[in-house]
């Protein structure tokens, strides 16, 4: 019995690494966009431009500027991060909640599944930080490009050999804290909201356990994700991003405390969801290409219902 219960957790895991995969490859241009959009006025305190820039005049300056493969920068560190984040909180929720009772019969109630589905998130953003950090300045360094400057990284692995010689190894887990946060807050909306709208769905008939139910479910997780995390989200990207030893960002933020009071000091509260439709644009389809693929794998796996 342990070793079905073992081996159904490996083909779950393998299953959400390569969904995880499918999703943040045909997203990523999107991502891209959002983070460079984050960034405008960081550091420069011109909110008069910043304040006019568009997702659309964003991403159409990135590929005049470096090409459409510009649209792909750091996908290699993105793809990496997933390879951990994704399979860790996706099976490390649903054995939460089955461990805590919940099914069919049962089912836990949405706060509980709220906190398991954040205590989930941090657990795996600990652990893939590294990558994560390594996607947001590869990301970055297309600006730099765009100004006549040598990117700083040529590419993943001299990303991380780069920041370990010039920050240390805690410098891998630069920006932790906001990334953590943020973390919490997107799987307490995206992992609980699919669970309970989809059994909410199915359970008031308005269709099957099918891709429809689960590209409504899809949706509406998307869509609480991105309203809970975005102001997280315009942290951590400005917290990363900041370099050891870059002397016109190093004290720039003290903490993310620090990030917060001083974005909406300059830019005005609306800042902390700057890059919001990027953001629900990117995690909408992300949630729905995952999600459907996944339940869809799982399926021909032989696999049960999310």
Request: glycine share 10%.
């Amino acid at each position: 019995m342990k070793g079905d219960e073992e081996e159904k957790n490996k083909k779950k895991l393998f299953l959400t690494s390569i969904s995880a995969v499918i999703a943040e490859t045909s997203t990523f241009p999107l991502d891209i966009t959002k983070t460079r959009l984050q960034l405008y006025s960081h550091g420069g305190g011109k909110t008069d431009r910043s304040s006019s820039i568009t997702a659309f005049k964003v991403a159409s300056e990135i590929v005049r500027n470096e090409g459409l493969m510009g649209m792909y920068r750091g996908l290699s560190a993105s793809v990496c991060r997933h390879l951990f984040y994704t399979p860790i909180r996706i099976v490390g929720y649903e054995h939460l909640r089955n461990s805590f009772g919940g099914n069919d019969s049962s089912p836990l109630s949405l706060p509980k599944k709220a906190f398991l589905g954040g205590i989930s998130g941090v657990i795996a953003q600990v652990l893939a930080s590294p990558a994560d950090l390594v996607k947001v300045r590869m990301q970055a360094d297309g600006r730099l490009m765009m100004q006549g400057l040598q990117p700083r990284y040529t590419g993943i692995f001299n990303a991380l050999n780069t920041i370990v010689k010039t920050e240390g190894i805690g410098g891998l887990w630069r920006g932790v804290v906001p990334n953590v946060q943020r973390a919490f807050l997107v799987n307490m909306g995206e992992l609980a909201c699919y669970d309970h709208a989809k059994r909410f769905v199915i359970g008031k008939q308005v269709c099957d356990d099918n891709i429809y139910a689960h590209t409504l479910a899809s949706t509406m997780s998307g869509l609480a994700a991105t309203a809970l995390s975005c102001p997280a989200d315009v942290v951590k990207t400005r917290v990363m991003n900041q370099a050891a030893g870059n002397e016109a960002n190093k004290t720039m933020y003290k903490n993310s405390y620090d990030c917060l009071v001083k974005t909406v000091r300059v830019e005005g509260v609306m800042a902390l969801w700057k890059g919001f439709f990027p953001t629900w644009a990117r995690l909408g389809p992300w949630q729905f290409v995952f999600w459907v693929s996944y339940e869809r794998l799982r399926n021909i796996a032989g696999l049960s219902s999310f």
